[in-house]
C-alpha cells in the first residue's frame, strides 16, 4: 500500500536522503520517495505501519518532523495503481554507457598496440572502472555513503567505510593504471568487491527496492542483477589476472 506524510525540516537534498535512509529503516517500509519541494514522503508498505513508528525513525533528528498528509488515504497497490516504471534501457543508459565506453577506449589502447593482450586490457579496464565510479561518487560523498549503508554489510557497521570507500576505488583505479604492485593491486580489489557483492546480493534475494550507489547519489539506479554483474565482472577480472600471476 501507498501512503503520503508531510515532512517538515528539509532544506536541501541532503535532508531529502537523510529522511529517505532514515524512512527505508522502518520494518515493512519497501520505498521511499521525497518531494522535496512539497515536503511530502510517499512510502510503499508491505502492511499498515503507525504514524508514531515512523515519528520514532527521526529520534536522533529532531529536525524532521512526520504528520498525516491532508486528504492522504493509503492505496493498496495492484495491476491497476502502480507506480509508474522507467523502461529498462532508459533505467540503466548510465551504467551501460560508461561500460561501452570503457570497452571501447581499452580495445582502441589494444589497437595502437597492434595486438591484443589479455592482461593488458583487463589493467586497462579496470582502471578506468575504478577511477570513473569513484569520480561520480566523490560529486556527493555524504549522499553515497548514506545510501551505500543501506545495503553494505561493512558500511552497516562501520560509518566510515562509505566516506572511505571512494578513495579505495581512486587508490585502485591509479595503480592499475600505472601498474603497481599487480599482485598486491588485484588482491585488494578481489577482496573488496567480494565484500560489496554480498550486500548486493541480500538486497535482491530480499527484493528489497533501495537505491544501487554504485553510481554515487548522482544516479537513481536500482538495486538489481545488473549491481550483481557488475561487481561480479570486476571480482573475475581481478581473480584471473591473480591465477595467470601465481
Known sequence: MLHTY??????????????????????????VSI????GEATLTMDHH???????????HYPKYKLSEAMNSMPTALSSNSQEP?????????PILLIF???????????????????MRWMNHFMAGFFLVFSFFKMLDIKGFAESYRTYDILAK???????????????????????????????????VMSMSIIGVIQSVMNKKQIK??????VFNLPMSTVTIIEDALMIGMSGIMLLLMI
Not at 518531494?35 to 512539497?38: A, N, T, V
Not at 560509518?159 to 576505488?169: I, R, T
Not at 544501487?212 to 547519489?217: F, N, Y
Open 6 to 31: 508531510q515532512v517538515s525540516g528539509m532544506t536541501c537534498t541532503g535532508c531529502q536522503k537523510k529522511v529517505e535512509h532514515l524512512l527505508s529503516t522502518v520494518a515493512g517500509v519497501k520505498q
Open 35 to 38: 518531494d522535496l519541494e512539497k
Open 49 to 59: 505501519i503507525p504514524t508514531t513508528a515512523l515519528q520514532n525513525a527521526f529520534q
Open 85 to 93: 516504471s522507467r523502461d529498462w534501457l532508459e533505467t540503466y543508459k
Open 100 to 118: 561501452l565506453y570503457l570497452t571501447g577506449i581499452t580495445l582502441t589502447i589494444e589497437w595502437y598496440y597492434g595486438s591484443f593482450t589479455w
Open 157 to 191: 557497521n562501520w560509518k566510515a567505510w562509505g566516506y572511505l570507500y571512494p578513495f579505495v576505488e581512486l587508490g585502485l583505479g591509479l595503480a592499475y593504471l600505472i601498474v603497481f604492485n599487480p599482485l598486491l593491486t588485484n588482491t585488494v580489489s578481489f577482496i
Open 212 to 217: 544501487c550507489a554504485c553510481l554515487g547519489a
